[in-house]
């Protein structure tokens, strides 16, 4: 199977950039950037599309796609913005990896390699850029990859598994994401399946990351919870986890790894007569605001205000969005929330009040199949 599929995956590649359109002309500032938006895609349709958006308007230009990839669900650009990389949300699993040019909005294959975990859905680099690592959904785990200067991905050095064989049994663990901390002296992994938090050491900043074994190193969360995406505070000094199954969101102090909890509260409560499906989670960055995406019935964005003595939050309102509201994204800038609806097929564009954090709905929407996944890259002048 995986022969057949890393052959198709490769064919689809090669051809990964046959759909591009000329880049737009519009007058360069430096308030424009480029939107790469990852989307559920068979090969057929964009899996990669670029956008210019400007950061004062919140309008935007389509500039390029690739067809020819699958499932690119979730993506990460290097530091310093020359590379993007890619899972491919797929049984047998993969990453793949592009150069972007910031001043025309193109992508590039580069190559790319298998996770040996299932269905990649989270895909994170260090600073230094000398690795990514997935987290691996369907078979809970993680996969480490060396980087190579040119941005190609180097074979697998290491894969985690949090269960053998054995112990597979319900719960399974369904790996969510993997942050580091913002010292990068941890990543910290989530455990939907069997509400955890597990905390790696990055043993050497460069080459391979190592699951400390320690009990005090993994954090249990209420049962039932099912953590799926993490975010510091800008201070460092709080974590938060979005908990899909439960509709919460957990607070946590943190100091050189999580120290406790401070406060579970209600995200989803749209949806409480049915089955909750909380999604993503993100603070403005003066983090004085942080939101949460709930899909499912609720389709809404919650709206929280930050307490930054405790880090504790005070829900202020919701926001209707589109179907399926899986990922959202906060310019730099803190003017505007974009917010990817799966389900209704389009980019809903919010300003956000930086008073009040409530957001108004400027009737802007990117129309664009499937949008999973959202980042910012900075545009250079031609």
Same mark, same amino acid.
């Given at each position: 199977?995986? !022969?057949?599929?890393? @052959? =198709?995956?490769? #064919?689809?590649?090669?051809?990964?950039?046959?759909?591009?359109?000329? $880049? &737009?002309?519009?007058?360069? !500032?430096?308030?424009? @950037? =480029?939107?790469? #938006?990852?989307?559920?895609?068979?090969?057929?349709?964009?899996?990669? $599309? &670029?956008?210019?958006?400007?950061?004062?308007?919140?309008? =935007?230009?389509? #500039?390029?796609?690739?067809?020819?990839?699958?499932?690119p669900s979730y993506l990460v650009v290097s530091p310093d913005e020359k590379f993007v990389y890619s899972t491919n949300e797929i049984e047998d699993g993969a990453v793949s990896s592009f150069t972007f040019d910031k001043k025309t909005g193109t992508l590039s294959l580069i190559n790319y390699q298998f996770t040996e975990g299932a269905d990649p859905c989270y895909i994170n680099i260090n600073k230094e850029a000398t690795f990514i690592v997935t987290a691996n959904y369907t078979d809970g785990s993680i996969s480490v990859f060396p980087l190579t200067e040119n941005g190609s991905i180097s074979p697998l050095?290491?894969?985690?598994?949090?269960?053998?064989?054995?112990?597979?049994?319900?719960?399974?663990?369904?790996?969510?994401?993997?942050?580091?901390?913002?010292?990068?002296?941890?990543?910290?992994?989530?455990?939907?399946?069997?509400?955890?938090?597990?905390?790696?050491?990055?043993?050497?900043?460069?080459?391979?990351?190592?699951?400390?074994?320690?009990?005090?190193?993994t954090v249990l969360l209420k049962?039932?919870?099912?953590?799926?995406?993490?975010?510091?505070?800008?201070?460092?000094?709080?974590?938060?986890?979005?908990?899909?199954?439960s509709g919460t969101i957990a607070v946590f102090a943190y100091r050189d790894g999580i120290q406790h909890l401070v406060q579970y509260v209600d995200s989803d409560t749209a949806s409480r007569a049915g089955q909750k499906a909380s999604a993503d989670i993100h603070l403005t960055p003066d983090?004085?605001?942080?939101?949460?995406?709930?899909?499912?019935?609720?389709?809404?964005?919650?709206?929280?205000?930050?307490?930054?003595?405790d880090g504790q939050l005070t829900n202020i309102g919701y926001q209707e969005t589109g179907i399926h509201p899986r990922n959202f994204i906060i310019s730099p800038n803190g003017k505007f929330l974009l917010c990817a609806n799966r389900d209704s097929n389009n980019i809903q564009i919010f300003e956000i009040d930086t008073k009040s954090g409530l957001l108004h709905d400027t009737g802007k929407a990117i129309s664009v199949d499937k949008p999973v996944c959202l980042k910012w890259i900075t545009k250079e002048e031609l």
């Open positions: 199977m995986k !022969n057949w599929v890393g @052959l =198709f995956v490769y #064919v689809l590649c090669m051809y990964a950039c046959s759909s591009k359109k000329e $880049s &737009v002309d519009v007058p360069l !500032n430096d308030n424009r @950037l =480029f939107l790469i #938006v990852g989307s559920y895609s068979d090969g057929t349709t964009a899996g990669i $599309s &670029v956008y210019d958006f400007e950061m004062q308007t919140g309008d =935007f230009e389509y #500039v390029s796609d690739v067809k020819n990839i699958l499932n050095s290491q894969h985690i598994a949090f269960s053998s064989p054995e112990e597979y049994a319900l719960p399974h663990p369904h790996a969510h994401t993997a942050i580091f901390s913002p010292n990068e002296k941890y990543l910290f992994v989530t455990d939907l399946g069997r509400d955890r938090i597990y905390q790696f050491d990055v043993a050497d900043g460069r080459r391979k990351i190592y699951l400390n074994q320690e009990k005090d190193h049962a039932g919870s099912g953590p799926r995406h993490l975010v510091f505070h800008p201070n460092g000094c709080f974590l938060y986890s979005i908990n899909e199954l983090g004085k605001f942080l939101y949460a995406s709930n899909r499912s019935e609720a389709n809404e964005l919650a709206i929280f205000s930050v307490n930054s003595n």
